[in-house]
């Protein structure tokens, strides 16, 4: 059970103060008084407090000190004033200052509580976004790409233990779920990492641009080449070659693509000389390989010869417990890029954003994101900030897990248990009450889920 939020008040009046004791006590705060600003300050100064509610007119310091020194003292406490009705033209000004919110004197019960409890969540939920962002950040630095579902945690165990290899890769997943991602993570953990990592799209060029990308060109190799060129092989040599939407690669430039698979040598277009070269390849596609063989649309041979082993990116929307963290990582990205302060999102934005299908995958998840940063009015993203298409998604009930079926049963146990463990706020003992398994059985799946991770890290 959480502990009891602290408030301190400070008014010069005794009796509100002894009013708003009682009042707040009943409702199980824990309540610290002050008779003025100095005291107050002293009281905040001991550490322990949540929310401030003060006078704005006392003797000695004002409420508008107070604040002043009280956002000085803890940033991160709100602070709410009190103010008599000829002092609200101050108050609203106090807000630009930091101010939370104020109350008009005489208040209500249901006022004061209402405000209350609305300031203590908002700093439960900056206070659980820095808790995020921190994850985040230990994440990024261990070299992970975004994410934590377990379906990801799976997808990096097998990208750990393919980056210690040299086979080829074939990457397959929906347009904008990270496929380029995935295949530099595979390149920083293998022992190419101090060699390039070069990337090329192969539906972005007509044939013969690609050609001439890809293996270079000799001066006076077709009109306008007017000296050597190395190409992407060439780039590459020592490191990764990543070549994405692979399925676009034309009749003619497969079969030079199986060479250098097959023999590591190419020429360059319009050369003789005959070059070698030491390139892994990480191809991707959001196409069915497989089809497109049996219509003869791509060579068997150079299919088999990319699809050594391969990775799987499954879309955003069978992965929802990474939208959360991957929106968070863009706010802070854009929030930067655009000079705001931003803290994390309101419970109802997260609801909504992981309601959503999401057709676009993590790119439409990033643009989303980048907008929200752009139009948000407060410090928390908002269901005001978001699309109307995603504002308007039905959120899932809390404890409610939407599972695809086809989906391996493990995958569904894992997700169960870290949904209710979610909603218990990590609760050992009732999430296995809730499950109706022993509490022991709890621990030995997470150990186990542990000792599946441990090199795994998680992905975008």
């Known amino acids: 059970m959480s502990e009891p939020a602290t408030l301190l008040v400070a008014d010069d009046d005794p009796g509100l103060r002894e009013s708003l004791e009682r009042t707040l006590t009943r409702e199980g705060y ?22 401030v509610l003060t006078d704005l007119k006392m003797p000695g310091l004002t409420g508008i000190e107070v604040l002043r020194a009280a956002k000085a003292i803890a940033p991160d406490v709100d602070v709410i004033l009190l103010t008599a009705f000829g002092t ?51 994440l990024l630095q261990q070299g992970a790409v975004v994410g934590a579902s377990p379906a990801f945690r799976r997808m990096m165990t097998l990208v750990e233990q393919v980056a210690a290899s040299s086979a080829t890769v074939l990457v397959q997943g929906e347009s904008g779920t990270g496929k380029e991602l995935v295949a530099r993570a595979i390149h920083e953990r293998s022992a190419r990492r101090p060699g390039p990592f070069v990337a090329v799209n192969c539906a972005a060029l007509p044939e013969t641009l690609l050609e001439s990308e890809l293996f270079g060109y000799e001066k006076g190799a077709f009109t306008g080449a007017v000296g050597r060129k190395e190409g992407r092989f060439e780039l590459a040599d020592g490191g990764t070659l990543f070549l994405d939407e692979v399925a676009d690669l034309s009749p003619v430039t497969q079969p030079k693509i199986l060479r250098v698979l097959q023999e590591g040598e190419f020429e360059r277009l319009g050369g003789t000389k005959t070059l070698r070269v030491d390139v892994r390849i990480v191809a991707a596609t959001n196409q069915d390989l497989v089809q497109m063989v049996r219509d003869k649309r791509f060579r068997e041979d150079l299919f088999y010869r990319l699809n050594v082993i391969t990775i799987t990116v499954p879309p955003l929307r069978e992965r929802r417990e990474d939208i959360r ?60 900030d978001l699309p109307e298409e995603i504002a308007g998604a039905t959120p899932l009930p809390e404890g409610v897990l939407t599972v695809r079926i086809g989906t391996p049963l493990a995958e569904v146990e894992q997700r169960l248990l870290d949904e209710t463990l979610r909603v218990t706020k990590g609760n050992k003992t009732l999430t296995a009450k809730l499950l109706g398994i022993d509490p022991r059985t709890v621990s030995r799946k997470l150990e186990r889920q542990d000792e599946l991770d441990e090199g795994g890290g998680a992905a975008s």
């Open 325 to 384: 963290v991957l929106a968070q990582h863009f706010l802070r990205v854009y929030a930067a890029k655009n000079n705001r302060t931003l803290e994390g999102f309101t419970d109802d934005a997260v609801r909504r954003l992981e309601a959503y299908a999401w057709p676009g995958n993590v790119r439409e998840l990033e643009n989303v994101i980048e907008r929200g940063v752009v139009l948000a009015r407060g410090s928390l993203m908002d269901v005001a």
């Open 30 to 51: 824990r309540v610290l008084l002050a008779s003025d600003g100095n005291a107050a300050l002293e009281r905040l100064r001991g550490g322990g407090i949540d929310l």
């Open 88 to 138: 609200v033209e101050e108050a609203v000004r106090a807000m630009k200052d930091g101010a939370y919110d104020f109350l008009t004197k005489p208040f209500q019960r249901p006022q004061v509580l209402k405000l209350i409890r609305q300031a203590l969540e908002r700093r439960e939920l900056i206070q659980q976004n820095r808790a995020l962002q921190q994850r985040l950040d230990d």
